[in-house]
């Protein structure tokens, strides 16, 4: 009897990048960790932080514009001008008291750069809760 493992679809959220770090061994030398926040009202709060999904080129251009956007720059992070809107895909939410939001995406991914979607168009708190089941 062989095994065959079933992985359940992956969800997607979008949000908007907020803060920045540099990479480490391949990816020393470019701005490729990205901390991001969902929306509540006109605030905005972090739920996670990827790392890995866009190719070398993109993580080139969006390092450009990330040093060009930068509002506050802390060595090894860099809060920026939040207005950069990417697609996380993640397996599951879970309540956490690491990010503002409360809660924290379980092995995030950048599924895509989302340019044609402005800030106010991002995912919110409630959809946050109801994916979660709270």
């Not at 905005?44 to 080129?57: F, H, Q």
């Not at 924290?104 to 979607?117: C, Q, T």
Request: hydrophobic share 35%; no cysteine.
């Amino acid at each position: 009897m062989e095994w065959l493992k079933v992985k359940r679809p992956l969800r997607t959220l979008d949000v908007v990048v907020t803060a920045v770090e540099w990479g480490h061994g391949k990816r020393r030398g470019v701005l490729s960790d990205y901390t991001f926040a969902i929306r509540d009202g006109d605030r905005l709060l972090n739920i996670g932080k990827a790392y890995s999904g866009l190719t070398d080129k993109e993580i080139a251009e969006m390092t450009k514009y990330f040093l060009e956007h930068t509002v506050q720059d802390y060595g090894r992070v860099r809060t920026v001008v939040p207005d950069t809107v990417i697609e996380v895909a993640f397996d599951q939410i879970q309540p956490s008291d690491r990010h503002e939001s409360g809660y924290a995406m379980r092995f995030p991914r950048i599924a895509r750069l989302r340019p044609d979607k402005p800030v106010s168009e991002i995912d919110t708190l409630e959809t946050v809760r109801q994916i979660a089941g709270r």
